[in-house]
């Protein structure tokens, strides 16, 4: 859980949760220490007791003052309990909240790309709101341009391409559906807009095909040979692309 390149004395802290073996109930008051309520709430997290371990960890982040080191790790057990308990947005809120106190701190980036996992996790399918998806991207874009020598680099792109592609299928849905009412102008309007915005993703080369397809049943000739030029360039070696794009078929 803890990101290895994590480098804090905490080890005391994690061996005092063996006292939480003897509590039957879990309440963050009784103990007289933040190490002691640290490992305690640690083991809560492990047994899978999220309720408890979330409690433990607000109390430190509550308690603890500004400088004492087990306060960017108890926001970071806080944010991932919440994220085990399903509660995305309070675990960005809290990941975020780690790395806009703590910049410096060895935890900020990893920190940020939670959050944006989290944010991530929030947009489940295309027909929803993307609003959540769209603060997944800002939060990684932000985390790449304020630590441009993160390790985390490859998989921050690694994401944002699932996303991306996520996002360019719900406007490439809402051109199907369009061309399905044969409202072409429309159905052009949103195929050009994932080719444009998202033309990296694998949508990118569906929606061509399907303007090419708006472009023939509104027989708008020299828009098809465009597009059959440009998409020739970026795909060529795409049999099916050759065939869309054949003198007969582009003309008829």
């Not at 803890?2 to 080890?11: A, E, I, K, V, Y």
């Not at 309440?27 to 409690?55: C, H, V, W, Y």
């Not at 828009?223 to 795909?235: H, I, N, P, R, W």
Request: include cysteine; glycine fraction near 6%.
């Amino acid at each position: 859980m803890l990101p290895f390149r994590l480098h804090r004395p905490t080890l005391l802290a994690a061996l005092a949760c063996a006292t939480a073996g003897c509590f039957k109930g879990f309440d963050p008051r009784i103990f007289k220490t933040s190490e002691s309520l640290f490992g305690a709430s640690m083991d809560q997290l492990k047994r899978g007791k999220l309720d408890n371990a979330a409690k433990g960890f607000e109390k430190l982040t509550l308690d603890l003052p500004a400088r004492d080191p087990l306060l960017p790790v108890s926001y970071w057990y806080l944010a991932v309990t919440y994220d085990r308990r399903e509660d995305h947005l309070f675990a960005a809120q809290n990941y975020q909240r780690l790395a806009e106190t703590f910049p410096d701190d060895s935890l900020a980036d990893d920190a940020l790309f939670a959050a944006g996992n989290s944010y991530a996790a929030m947009w489940r399918t295309p027909e929803l709101d993307p609003q959540y998806a769209l603060l997944a991207q800002g939060t990684w874009r932000g985390l790449l341009t304020n630590y441009p020598e993160t390790s985390l680099r490859s998989s921050i792109n690694t994401a944002m391409g699932r996303l991306e592609d996520k996002l360019a299928s719900k406007d490439y849905n809402t051109g199907e559906h369009y061309m399905r009412r044969k409202a072409y102008d429309s159905a052009i309007i949103y195929f050009k807009d994932v080719m444009k915005t998202y033309p990296s993703t694998p949508h990118a080369r569906l929606a061509g095909l399907e303007l090419l397809g708006a472009y023939r049943a509104i027989k708008y000739g020299e828009e098809a040979k465009e597009l059959c030029e440009s998409m020739g360039k970026t795909y060529p070696k795409d049999a099916e692309l050759k065939t869309a794009c054949a003198p007969q078929a582009v003309n008829r």
